[in-house]
Nanobody, 126 residues
Framework: EVQLVESGGGLVQAGGSLRLSCAAS????????ISWFRQVPGKEREGLSC????????YSADSVKDRFTISDDRAKGTVYLQINSLKPEDTAVYYC???????????????????WGQGTQVTVSS
């Protein structure tokens, strides 16, 4: 059974940094995509970044690529999202998602990902 567990969220002041973690287990494939999305109540889930665990290539949305960095620690089975220069508008629930049948190379589509974590809340105070 595929499991994704996010952690690392919390309350942080504007300008600060956070590193979110997504611990992944249960995949039978070595090559799959892990992505990060976020959602604010009443709005669509927004795709942020993704990484191909097979070749390590990544993609980040233009809106966040200057401040968000996705990385992978294969030994720990964990993918990270480093968020710098946090802004109040970054306040959201952050989700990681995974799928073995997509390739990370462009804008993320929620419906393409079959496995999701429970989310971690990030709150940025001004």
């Amino acid at each position: 059974e595929v499991q994704l567990v996010e952690s690392g969220g919390g309350l942080v002041q504007a300008g600060g940094s956070l590193r979110l973690s997504c611990a992944a287990s249960g995949f039978t494939f070595d090559d799959y995509v892990i992505s990060w999305f976020r959602q604010v109540p009443g709005k669509e889930r927004e795709g942020l970044s993704c990484i191909n665990r097979g070749d390590g290539s990544t993609y980040s949305a233009d809106s966040v690529k200057d401040r968000f960095t996705i990385s992978d620690d294969r030994a720990k089975g964990t993918v990270y999202l480093q968020i710098n220069s946090l802004k109040p508008e970054d306040t959201a629930v952050y989700y990681c998602a995974a799928d073995p049948f997509v390739y990370c190379s462009g804008p993320l589509v929620r419906e393409n990902f079959g496995s999701w974590g429970q989310g971690t809340q990030v709150t940025v105070s001004s």
